[in-house]
């Protein structure tokens, strides 16, 4: 906790809390994470349905956000509530609003959605692929007052895939990112299921 999630964390912190997470992951009891990931089998056991929030993260994409001077990363989740959908939310606060108890300024806040499509991989138990397929943003709060019936920006990401299915068999190397490749075990876009259990998920991407 004093190191914001990962966010202002030092080296020793990192390499204190990647030793554990190696600890963890040799007694790791799940051995088929991606099991009813696709979505294909709604009576299936999926064991990582649930809303997953995060609390420890060394991951660039997600630590540069806390290098704002504008907003500060909130409360962060990964809701896996309706595979094959898995949904990255994050909530933003103004960076001013970090310094006061929440009791003395009005708060703000805004929602980002990452939507993604989840696919198991074959031969890869634990991996877990990923398709990006839209961003949403969404202001929640302005000032103390609720704001979330103002129309969200929305951003579709599956045009892309489309395109690159129809250039897929003219450019070499295009074919693991079309749908056609989608399910090789080590084409882009995917996680590893270090660790999983009732209340703990560690993900390495």
Known sequence: ASFDRGFVATPKARTEANG???QLAAINPTKHAAAGIDGDDV??????????????TSAFDV????????????????????PPIATNIIDFIPRVQTFFPS?????????????TRA?????????VGLAFEGVKLQPIEF??????????????????????EQVANFVPGLEDFSSDGKD????PGYFDVEYLDDELLIIRQ
Do not use: C, F, H
């Open 143 to 164: 000032l103390g007052q609720k704001v979330d019936n103002l129309p969200p920006l929305t951003v579709d990401l599956t045009w892309q895939q489309s395109l690159i």
């Open 103 to 115: 009791s003395s300024v009005p708060s703000s806040l805004l929602r980002a959605e990452v939507t």
């Open 184 to 187: 090789s075990k080590d084409s």
């Open 119 to 127: 696919s198991s991989r074959s031969g890869a138990p634990n991996r």
């Open 20 to 22: 554990i997470i190696e």
């Open 43 to 56: 009576g299936e056991d999926v064991p990582l349905r649930a809303i997953w929030r995060m609390i420890w």
């Open 63 to 82: 630590v540069s956000l806390g290098a704002s001077p504008i907003a500060a990363p909130s409360a962060i989740y990964q809701v896996i509530t309706d």
